[in-house]
């Protein structure tokens, strides 16, 4: 299953500058999107979101990024912080209605060094 | 904060053992699912559920699966016949409404 494409397995900035996360999507039918953290021996944790009206949403220090005609979207941590090392995943469904299903991309570990 | 709780955290069963995997969803949450990954490889959709019926399942929920809800709090996935290849860590997951998942920490199951 490609649908959801994240071609970084891993990312390493210093602590203080920026992040960017990348994830690409073939389904033209997807319509929401999702980023998750997730740290070793926990569930994946809601980060932001973004639905297929918009091109940016902000949330503190996470911003989410759309391209629609590419297909693509993008999350930058800004400051990125130590505590921000965990695995991001990203994920698209086709509607943002409850109960239908997540695609999920393979996920990129980020390592922030302080 | 509420969380989603499973349980256990770790299960081992021999290949063809029945498993039921338990998980309390945050309380005042309509919608459940399961998901699982089997090591190195992604998060995969399984199941959702409301309103006590199934919602939408996947192609690997075959027959073999079964999710319930037997009570006002719990929400089980059934394995009927485990298979080396049902060996995973198997997410939990609720929400309300339109809001984001919910995840749980999550059961690793080890078929031997």
């Known amino acids: 299953d490609q649908q959801v494409k994240q071609n970084s397995p891993s990312l390493s900035v210093q602590e203080g500058r920026i992040s960017i996360l990348n994830c690409d999507y073939t389904?033209?039918?997807?319509?929401?999107f999702l980023w998750y953290k997730k740290y070793p021996a926990e569930g994946p944790t809601f980060l932001i979101s973004?639905?297929?009206?918009?091109d940016k949403n902000e949330d503190g220090r996470f911003t989410v990024f759309l391209n629609k005609s590419a297909k693509h979207l993008s999350l930058h941590i800004v400051p990125s912080q130590p505590g921000d090392s965990a695995v991001y995943f990203c994920?698209?469904?086709?509607?943002?209605?409850?109960?239908?299903?997540?695609?999920f991309g393979e996920g990129t570990q980020l390592t922030v060094n302080p | 904060e509420p969380e989603v709780t499973q349980t256990p955290s770790h299960q081992v069963t021999q290949m063809g053992q029945e498993v039921i995997l338990r998980c309390v969803p945050i309380?005042?949450?309509?919608?459940f699912y399961w998901y699982r990954q089997i090591l190195g490889q992604k998060v995969e959709f399984l199941v959702s559920?409301?309103?006590?019926?199934?919602?939408?399942k996947s192609e690997i929920f075959d027959d073999q699966f079964s999710v319930e809800r037997p009570d006002g709090s719990n929400f089980t996935l059934k394995i009927r016949s485990t298979k080396l290849e049902d060996s995973a860590m198997y997410f939990c997951?609720?929400?309300?409404?339109?809001?984001?998942?919910?995840f749980g920490n999550g059961t690793r199951l080890t078929v031997t």
């Open positions: 997951a609720s929400s309300e409404g339109n809001s984001p998942l919910h």
């Open positions: 389904n033209s039918m997807f319509d929401y």
């Open positions: 973004i639905s297929s009206i918009k």
């Open positions: 994920a698209a469904s086709e509607t943002e209605t409850s109960g239908s299903r997540l695609t």
């Open positions: 309380s005042n949450h309509l919608y």
């Open positions: 559920f409301y309103n006590n019926e199934i919602s939408e």
